[in-house]
């Protein structure tokens, strides 16, 4: 008989294993960000750390970001098919970051070490980075204008990067010759390890104090919990099929062309079927979107409407099935580029939510302003020194029925910070001019949507390449309830002596000395009349610069400062 099903659970010690699980998953996540090289990662906070079931399933995952979160499991499905679990060893690491091969992007690295307790393995502890530069065509790896993957980096097959004790130092030496920052991209990598050697002694020590057979046991009943009250939760969505469109600006070559995201949500019977027929045929540009980005979107929307108190585990991913149509931006075929995959992740998420929003209003926003901008900035220091440096600015979130939009927030499968002007300062010669709320960006509503940023920076020294990846250029985020729509967002560039570009919401270009970029995000969708507007929340927006005069005039009468 089967040892394993002799053994009674006590529900207590596995609400006290669950919440140790999420400690080790975010103590992995903080040895990540202070271990870390780069101000993407120590500022930017783009990197996260999970713990896997020896099948693959989600064990518990850090508070960090939800693409990486959810992209890391076909990672391991990947890396498990390329090494069986009884060739792995105790010390053994892995990395991938392909996304043909279940990779997101080129940046974005996984390593993956099994855990063993007793000589048996036990678990995997997992980690994703987006490292600054992975080489390809322009520095920062994210040029929007590349047209196949093999401009975007050095693509990484599933490899082994350690053998117990020691290191492929091939593999790494080939790596640090692929990429312009060499010293940065391997501490970053370094970083990782480190996150998965704590994930796994401590997740070792674990299994100490309660038996690996017991702990395996549990983990098992954490997931089937986790997917009995998802299940419960779909069941409480109205039945039926929900429809959505929305529209990404462009593709990073095709400036005119918008690409279309369509989503038909199913739910019935505890569980969510999310079908893309009708959402535009894979792009020229770096815009389309591998099945495990797909799957990232679906899982986040999933979450976000169903109850937040359910433990995150792949037990909540169960209930859904996606049908990508091949060769569509959500499912493209080799070798299209991908590199900007995370705006498209964000309007699929954002698409999902649109249309359960018809099934259950009270729990869905105004849209959010649906834009991570991504910078990258390279070149030369006043020494002679290479940079590569990279920005993550958000907009404004959408409001909700209850309460005003959120300024300037991640949001919609994201999750990271804008980075402080001292970062860029220091790693660059790059001046920051301004940092301020962006007036009058949020719609127009009973509450009110999230305000964006506006940024302005100057370059001091040399020629600077530069790719900006925007969002909502041309596209507004919609308001919900008769609320007003988020203000687009808005690039330029001031050249020195030469007067003003406006950017069309993508490009790769050159940047010289005294050359000015002034950036405005997106913000949030309002939500509900304006008129019904609370007058005194009106007035304090007023006096602290959120609105003008002039956008205090669709909120109807306010007397007084």
Request: hydrophobic share 40%.
């Amino acid at each position: 008989m089967n040892t394993m099903t002799q053994i009674t659970l006590d529900p207590v010690t596995v609400e006290v294993v669950r919440n140790k699980l999420d400690g080790i998953a975010n103590e992995m996540e903080l040895t990540l960000l202070k271990s870390s090289f780069s101000p993407i990662v120590k500022e930017g906070l783009d990197a996260s750390a999970s713990l896997f079931t020896l099948q693959g399933e989600t064990l518990a995952q850090a508070i960090a970001i939800p693409i990486h979160l959810a992209t890391l499991i076909p990672c391991i499905a990947r890396i498990m098919t390329e090494f069986p679990l009884e060739s792995m060893r105790e010390g053994d690491l892995y990395c991938m970051n392909d996304p043909y091969l279940g990779g997101t992007h080129l940046p974005d690295i996984a390593v993956v070490m099994p855990v063993f307790a007793r000589g048996r393995p036990l678990a995997f502890a997992a980690s994703m980075t987006h490292h600054q530069d992975v080489g390809g065509m322009a520095p920062g790896s994210v040029p929007t204008d590349a047209r196949e993957v093999f401009q975007e980096g050095i693509r990484l097959p599933p490899l082994r990067l350690r053998e117990g004790d020691r290191f492929n130092d091939t593999l790494l030496q080939i790596l640090r010759r692929n990429v312009r920052i060499p010293d940065m991209f391997e501490g970053d990598l370094m970083a990782q390890v480190a996150a998965c050697s704590v994930g796994a002694r401590r997740l070792a020590a674990l299994a100490q104090s309660y038996g690996d057979n017991h702990l395996t046991t549990i983990f098992g009943e954490l997931l089937d919990r986790s997917e009995t009250m998802t299940r419960a939760a779909l069941r409480a969505i109205p039945d039926g099929t929900y429809r959505a469109v929305d529209f990404l600006d462009n593709d990073g070559v095709d400036l005119d062309r918008r690409i279309r995201i369509e989503t038909a949500v199913t739910v019935a019977n505890g569980a969510v079927r999310i079908d893309f027929t009708g959402s535009s045929p894979q792009v020229r540009g770096p815009f389309n979107v591998v099945p495990s980005g797909s799957l990232a979107a679906a899982c986040y929307a999933v979450r976000a409407i169903t109850d937040p108190t359910i433990p995150t585990n792949g037990g909540c991913f169960r209930p859904i099935t996606l049908q990508l149509p091949e060769g569509s931006i959500v499912n493209p075929k080799e070798p299209a580029p991908v590199n900007a995959r995370t705006a498209t992740i964000k309007r699929i998420s954002g698409t999902i939510l649109s249309a359960l929003a018809q099934a259950v209003p009270d729990r869905v926003g105004a849209d959010s302003g649906g834009e991570l901008l991504v910078l990258a900035f390279g070149g030369e220091r006043p020494d002679g020194t290479r940079y590569v440096t990279g920005e993550l600015v958000a907009g404004g979130s959408g409001a909700s029925a209850h309460k005003d939009g959120v300024d300037v927030i991640e949001t919609d499968a994201t999750n990271c910070m804008n980075l402080p002007a001292e970062a860029l300062e220091l790693d660059a010669p790059i001046r920051v001019h301004r940092i301020a709320l962006r007036s009058d960006s949020g719609g127009a509503g009973t509450q009110r949507g999230g305000l964006g940023i506006v940024r302005e920076y100057e370059i001091l020294h040399g020629e600077v390449r530069m790719s900006h990846r925007g969002e909502r250029h041309f596209i507004a985020p919609q308001g919900r309830g008769g609320g007003g729509d988020g203000a687009m967002a808005r690039s330029v560039i001031r050249r020195a002596g030469k007067g003003e570009e406006v950017v069309p919401s993508k490009i790769v270009t050159t940047l010289h000395a005294g050359d000015r970029v002034i950036f405005e995000t997106a913000g949030g969708g309002g939500y509900g009349d304006p008129r019904r507007r609370d007058p005194q929340k009106v007035r304090d927006d007023l006096s602290d610069g959120k609105i003008s005069a002039e956008g205090a005039r669709i909120y109807g009468k306010v007397t007084g400062p």
